[in-house]
């Protein structure tokens, strides 16, 4: 439930960036189009890894450290994001938009990819922290 809850908060992030970008009109019509697109497959990535990740992990549980595991989670979000922003320009270039539509799918891509990466660190670095907290303490520190 924490997981949907830092990432429900990270979609509410994203929406209000689309929100206060189409509010200005800072971008015309097709770029604002694209630059949605590109939104919303950076959550479609962050949603696959949100899947993905405990999966991962479990398989990855012989690793010695809490941090080594971090890396893995994010290293392998940070590959899911890197497939869908290929696709997605792969899409666009198939579909014959030009650069400036292609450069806006891009930019959104990766506003949102990192202010969903953020929320997944913080929702991963939280569970490392409580996961140490219930760890017993050591009594000799020669270990």
Do not use: W, Y
């Not at 992030?13 to 697109?37: H, K, S, Y």
């Not at 999966?55 to 080594?68: N, T, V």
């Not at 292609?102 to 949102?112: D, T």
């Not at 996961?131 to 303490?137: E, F, V």
């Amino acid at each position: 439930m924490r997981r949907l809850r830092a990432f429900g908060g990270g979609v509410l992030l994203v929406l209000a960036g689309l929100g206060a970008v189409a509010a200005a009109g800072v971008l015309p019509r097709e770029q604002g189009l694209a630059a949605a697109g590109g939104a919303i497959a950076a959550t479609m990535a962050a949603a696959l890894a949100l899947v993905v990740q405990p999966l991962f992990l479990r398989h990855a549980g012989r690793a010695r450290s809490p941090g080594l595991q971090v890396q893995l989670a994010l290293g392998l979000a940070f590959v899911c994001k890197l497939l869908a922003l290929l696709c997605g320009v792969l899409v666009l270039v198939a579909l014959g938009l030009k650069f400036p539509e292609v450069a806006a799918f891009a930019i959104a891509f990766a506003a949102a990819s990192l202010l969903l990466s953020v929320c997944n660190a913080a929702l991963l670095a939280r569970g490392i922290s409580r996961a140490a907290a219930d760890l017993p303490a050591r009594t000799d520190p020669s270990r």
